[in-house]
């Protein structure tokens, strides 16, 4: 059993930047694919960006091309999301999930563990 934790969230001024961690206390292995979702407020959770379980392959939705990065630390049991460029409309709960599979899934319903997500706030 996988259990996920985020930080890094807060306030943040447009055109800021936020880097969200995400600390795993089971071992994130070769076979588990990573995810970044948010939900933004009244609205559904959606994809943000995807990594694979070796880290070779990761998938971002449009908005969040060129501005977000996501990265993991496999010996570390990390996952960031380096979030630049901020927007008032990427304000939302940000949350951390991992599927028990390597291959990325931008459906939540394909994922296993989810952290218990971190606010992030953008003000214009």
């Known amino acids: 059993q996988v259990q996920l934790v985020e930080s890094g969230g807060g306030l943040v001024q447009a055109g800021g930047s936020l880097r969200l961690s995400c600390a795993a206390s089971?071992?994130?292995?070769?076979?588990?694919?990573m995810g970044w979702f948010r939900q933004p407020p009244g609205k559904d959770r959606e994809f943000v960006a995807g990594?694979?379980?070796?880290?070779?392959?990761?998938t971002y939705s449009d908005f969040a091309k060129g501005r977000f990065t996501i990265s993991r630390d496999n010996a570390k049991n990390t996952v960031a999301l380096q979030m630049n460029s901020l927007k008032p409309e990427d304000t939302a709960v940000y949350y951390c999930?991992?599927?028990?599979?390597?291959?990325?899934?931008?459906?939540?319903?394909?994922?296993?563990?989810w952290g218990q997500g971190t606010q992030v706030t953008v003000s214009s």
């Open positions: 990594i694979s379980a070796s880290g070779s392959g990761t």
């Open positions: 999930a991992g599927r028990a599979l390597p291959a990325i899934a931008l459906n939540p319903t394909f994922y296993n563990y």
């Open positions: 089971g071992r994130i292995s070769s076979t588990t694919a």
